[in-house]
C-alpha cells in the first residue's frame, strides 16, 4: 500500500519553495521530511524542486530527474554542506537477479534499474561539479 499526501511544516521558513505544497509519496518520504523539519543543522530543504537532465537507457531521449529532497545543511565543522537526498527501498538500488525464466516483473525491474542508474548517475555528477553530495537513503538509513 502506498502512502502519499501534503506536509505541513513546523518550520515553514526553511522550506525552500512553496511550503503550502509539499507532497509525500511514501511513509519514508514523510519521515525524512520530518527529520529535515525538526533538525537544527538543517538550514534549508526542498522536496522535488530541483530537475536534472538525464539520458533515458529505456528510450534514449532527455528527461529530467527531480531528485526527492535537495538539502542545506551545517557541517560539524562549521561549514555548510548541500546534498541531493534519493528515498528508495534498498531492493531498488541493487541490479535485479535473473530468474531462470525472463517474466513480465523481471523486465519491468531490469528497466527501472537502468533509468534509476541514468538518474543517479546524472545527479552525481551534477553534485560533483558543484562540491555536493549525493545520497541514496533507504530502510536502513531510516532504520526500519
Not at 12 to 22: F, H, L, Q, S, V
Not at 27 to 37: A, H, I, S, T
Not at 55 to 62: A, F, W, Y
Not at 73 to 85: D, F, S
Request: aromatic share 12%; charged share 30%.
Amino acid at each position: 500500500m502506498t502512502y502519499k499526501g501534503k506536509y505541513k511544516p513546523k518550520h515553514p521558513e526553511k522550506y525552500a519553495g512553496d511550503a503550502d505544497n509539499i507532497t509525500y509519496r511514501s511513509l519514508w518520504e514523510l519521515r525524512v521530511m520530518k527529520y529535515l523539519d525538526d533538525n537544527t543543522a538543517v538550514l534549508s530543504w526542498a522536496s522535488e524542486e530541483l530537475a536534472i537532465p538525464y539520458i533515458s537507457p529505456v528510450d534514449n531521449r532527455p528527461h529530467r530527474y527531480f531528485p526527492d529532497f535537495i538539502v542545506k545543511a551545517r557541517t560539524k565543522e562549521g561549514g555548510v554542506q548541500t546534498m541531493l537526498l534519493e528515498v528508495k527501498p534498498k531492493a531498488q538500488t541493487k541490479e535485479p537477479k535473473k530468474p531462470k525464466r525472463q517474466t513480465k516483473r523481471y523486465l519491468t525491474e531490469v528497466m527501472t534499474w537502468g533509468v534509476n542508474q541514468a538518474k543517479w548517475k546524472a545527479a552525481m555528477e551534477f553534485c560533483a561539479d558543484r562540491k555536493w553530495v549525493f545520497k541514496l537513503i533507504t530502510e536502513d538509513e531510516l532504520g526500519l
